[in-house]
């Protein structure tokens, strides 16, 4: 599903809003979450999953064309983890 499929299944359930409000409040919950995994805080949706920030240590690496050693500085890396009701639901038959 893609953000505007979100928006579009939103509207059509909530006919009292106007797709642009339901676009503006997607919007502000994504970028609020973005925003709060920049500056290092972890992000927990009760029943659906946690989004926290895994930092990657720096490391020598290899280019796959030339088989050449390269360095790879550390960087920052979005995890998520789902939630036992998410992972319940995925996992049950029928």
């Known amino acids: ?26 919007s502000t919950v994504f970028d609020e979450i973005t925003s709060a995994l920049a500056r290092g805080d972890r992000v927990e949706l009760r029943g659906f999953g946690a989004f926290s920030v895994k930092r990657r240590q720096s490391r020598t690496g290899r280019n796959p064309r030339t088989g050449e050693a390269v360095q790879v500085s550390e960087k920052a890396v979005p995890f998520f983890k789902t939630g036992k009701e998410l992972r319940e639901k995925l996992n049950t038959k029928g």
């Open 1 to 26: 599903m893609t953000k505007s499929e979100l928006i579009l299944k939103l509207a059509e359930r909530n006919p009292h809003l106007y797709q642009r409000d339901v676009e503006r409040i997607v």
